[in-house]
C-alpha cells in the first residue's frame, strides 16, 4: 500500500482472484439478506469494517449514508471507519474483526480467526458473512483503482502502480465478472469455502 495514496492497491491477479472469491460466496451473500442473524446495520458494520481497511473512498461515502440511512450514529461510523468496534453490538465483534483481519490478509485469514468466526456463528451465517466481505473486497479495490487511474490523469501517478495494472482493473472487472461467473458454472469450485478456510477441507491454497 502506498504511504502517500494510502490505499490498497494489489495487481491484476491478485484482484481477479478477489472476483472469483466474490462469485463463489455470490448465492451466499444473497442468503444473507434474509439471515434474521445477520441484520441490515450488521450488514454495513462488515461492510464499513472492510473498507476502512482497504481505504476506498467511494465505499467510505456509499456505506456511510447507507449505514446513517439504517440508524446507526455518526460517531458509531466514524469509529468503525477508524477500526474501533466497541461501539458496535457485542454479539457482532466477532465478525468485525474477521473482516478487518480478512481485508488486512488480502483474504488470506488465519485458521485461528476463522474457527473463532464459525464457533460463533455457526458455518452457514459464516459463510455469508464472508460472502458479504468478499463482494465489499471487490468494490473497494476496484474504487482505489479508479482514484489511481484519475491521479495519473491529473499527473499524479501513484509510484506503486502502472497505467497497465490500472487499466486492467478499472476495465478489466467487465471481462472478469461474467469470464469467471460462467467458469464457476461449468468447473468445479475453484474458491475456498468457509470449511477449507477453517481447515475442515482441501485447504485456502486455490487462487
Not at 461501539?87 to 481485508?103: I, R
Amino acid at each position: 500500500m502506498s504511504q502517500k495514496f494510502m490505499k490498497r492497491l494489489y495487481d491484476v491477479e491478485t484482484f481477479q482472484r478477489f472476483i472469483a472469491d466474490a462469485v463463489a460466496s455470490f448465492a451466499d451473500m444473497r442468503k444473507s439478506r434474509k439471515n434474521p442473524d445477520i441484520s441490515a446495520a450488521f450488514s454495513k458494520r462488515i461492510l464499513l469494517a472492510v473498507t476502512h481497511v482497504n481505504g476506498c473512498r467511494y465505499c467510505t461515502f456509499v456505506h456511510t449514508k447507507n449505514a446513517l440511512e439504517e440508524g446507526m450514529s455518526e460517531d458509531e461510523v466514524q469509529r468503525l471507519l477508524g477500526g474501533e468496534f466497541d461501539a458496535a453490538p457485542s454479539n457482532e465483534s466477532v465478525a468485525l474483526l474477521f473482516a478487518e483481519h480478512y481485508a488486512d490478509t488480502a483474504g488470506h485469514p488465519s485458521l485461528e480467526a476463522t474457527q473463532k468466526l464459525i464457533e460463533t456463528y455457526g458455518a452457514d451465517t459464516s459463510a455469508q458473512i464472508l460472502g458479504i466481505i468478499r463482494g465489499i473486497m471487490v468494490g473497494n479495490l476496484h474504487g482505489n483503482m479508479i482514484d489511481a487511474l484519475r491521479n495519473r490523469i491529473m499527473r499524479k501517478p501513484v509510484p506503486e502502480s502502472t497505467l497497465g495494472r490500472e487499466l486492467g482493473i478499472v476495465l478489466g472487472v467487465v471481462v472478469f465478472v461474467p469470464y469467471l461467473a460462467i467458469k464457476q458454472l461449468i468447473t468445479s469450485r475453484t474458491s475456498p469455502t468457509i470449511q477449507d478456510l477453517a481447515g475442515q477441507g482441501v485447504g485456502r491454497a486455490a487462487t
